[in-house]
């Protein structure tokens, strides 16, 4: 049984280094500092601190503005990351 749960572990799931992150927390931090049409992801700054409390916000950001569930999160996330380093998009003040 034991064997069976650790193939599942290494051919399942998502491959968070093939998108660019070294962790799921990375996304959620990437995707917690930036706006979206001007508005901030957290307009809350305490919510940044607690890591529950800033995945909670993005999640519900994301779904509530998007529809965009959880699992997709960090496709999101890697577009956003690839097109900062490519300039396709920026950081504003």
Not at 40 to 56: F, G, R, W
Not at 76 to 89: F, H, M, P, Q, R
Request: proline content about 5%.
């Amino acid at each position: 049984m034991a064997n069976n749960q650790t193939e599942q572990k290494k051919s399942g799931g998502l491959n968070l280094q093939a998108l660019g992150f070294n962790s799921p927390m990375e996304i959620i931090d990437l995707l917690a500092l930036i706006k979206v049409d001007g508005v901030p992801v957290i307009s809350d700054d305490s919510a940044c601190l607690n890591p529950k409390t800033k995945t909670e916000h993005v999640l519900r950001f994301f779904q509530e503005k998007f529809g965009v569930k959880a699992p997709l999160l960090p496709y999101v996330a890697s577009i956003i990351k690839k097109n900062l380093k490519t300039g396709k998009i920026r950081w504003s003040n």
